[in-house]
Nanobody
Framework: VHFVESGGGVVQPGGSLTLSCVVSGSIESIKTMGWYRKAPGKERELVATINEHGITNYTEAVQGRFTISGDNAKNTVYQQMNSLKSVDTGVYYC???????????????WGQGTRVTVSS
């Protein structure tokens, strides 16, 4: 399973960024896609997910500021991040719960990450 993540960068507090992630490989089906992040000195945490039916889930810290969306046909997920704060700084990892052609079960996969820095 291969990930191509983009959209990270440096932004001032209050600014916006949009992350994108395309998943490819020997994938038969994707059940859920989303984003995790790891802030300096903290454990990796869930940010937002979207399932195959378009149902979304957000961690409380980003509700009302971040919007996740996806394109099932393209195995792509986006995350629009508005009103960014310094606490949003971290490495953002694309996530996919996917089933490969030669496997029976859905398994979790993560991309290599894209860095987001919110600083004045």
């Amino acid at each position: 399973v291969h990930f191509v993540e983009s959209g990270g960068g440096v932004v001032q507090p209050g600014g916006s960024l949009t992350l994108s992630c395309v998943v490819s490989g020997s994938i038969e089906s994707i059940k859920t896609m989303g984003w995790y992040r790891k802030a300096p000195g903290k454990e990796r945490e869930l940010v937002a997910t979207i399932n195959e039916h378009g149902i979304t889930n957000y961690t409380e810290a980003v509700q009302g500021r971040f919007t996740i969306s996806g394109d099932n046909a393209k195995n792509t997920v986006y995350q629009q991040m508005n009103s960014l704060k310094s606490v949003d700084t971290g490495v953002y990892y694309c996530y996919a719960e996917a089933r490969q052609y030669y496997l029976v079960s859905y398994l979790p996969y993560w991309g290599q990450g894209t860095r987001v820095t919110v600083s004045s």
